[in-house]
Structure formats: C-alpha cells, structure tokens
C-alpha cells in the first residue's frame, strides 16, 4: 500500500547556487532522525542539494557523492545532527539496504538517501521526498519540456525543486523563509 503525501510544493532555482541556498534554508529546519529521499537523474544535482543541506545543518564540509563507498557521514560542527549521506543506485532491495545499518545512526543524524525510492521508506514512519528537476532550453521548454540528464557543467541552468512530506513529521511543509 502506498501512502499519499501530507503536502506536496515546487520551487525554482536559477542554478547551482540558488539550488544550495535553498538547499541550506532546509537544512536549518531539520533535525535527528530525519529521512530525505533525493530523486534525479545523474547530474540532476542531488550531491549539490546535499552540499547546501550539510551547509545549513553546519556539518564538516567536503560532501562528494558517496557514490563507491554507498555511505559518508558528515559530523556536525555545531552540536546539531549529523548528516549520514547515502547512495542506494546499486542497491537492490530493502534487505541491502539494512545491511548498511542506516537504522544505527537514524536517531543521531538526518540521512539523505540518493536513488532511494522504493528501498529506505521502511527506515522511518516520516520522511521527505525531494526530486530535483532541470529545465530545458529554448523551443522544448517554452512548450514545459523537462530534461533530468545533463552535464554538471550546467550550473547556472534553472532547477525544478519538488518538495512531498509523508508521515507525521512532516504534516505541514517547513517554513524555508
């Protein structure tokens, strides 16, 4: 059975910059124990949503995609959570995904989890879901053509941020002012 959203909301950025600013307003309002599903193709963005978050929560820098390691944890600096930072892309089931032991650092930290849909929504009753989107130049999208696959590069492109929230933690949308 699938559970609906509480909320659901969409925000635009005009590049990497603005996608980390917003990413960082985010991360302010998180918490222990937090779940954060990022959805996008490669390059949509997701490592750099993750460096904005880690900037917000105020946790070491240096966030690279954990890409052949599967997991990062990033300790705070501030005495807030830390961030564990997860790649599922070559996991292939919820029983990996335990493997991992995500479930050891939940209550200490906020984990984002890339590639992650349909695998760690078990971790937690709450979680947010976020997919980043890039938009498509000229004719394609002036007709509201989207693209998800494109070269880092491509900082200063706009980005769709599309924000649910699911469970009781995320009943209303947070206020990202």
Known sequence: MTQDSNWEAEFRTAGAGETKAFAARLGRVLRAGDLLLLTGELGAGKT??????????????????????????HPSLVDG???VHVD???LGSEGEVDDIDLEAS?????TVVEW?????EHLSDSRLEITL??????EQAARGGIA?????EDTDEERTIRLAGYGTRWAKPPSLG
């Open 133 to 138: 989107i890039r938009a498509v130049g000229g």
């Open 148 to 152: 998800m696959d494109f070269s880092e």
């Open 48 to 73: 750099t949503f993750t460096q904005g978050l880690g900037e917000g929560l105020g946790v070491r820098p240096g966030i690279i995609s954990p890409t052949f390691v599967l997991v990062r944890e």
């Open 106 to 110: 939940m209550d200490r930290a906020v």
């Open 116 to 120: 992650g849909h349909g695998l760690v």
């Open 88 to 90: 599922a892309y070559r």
């Open 81 to 83: 959570p830390d961030l």
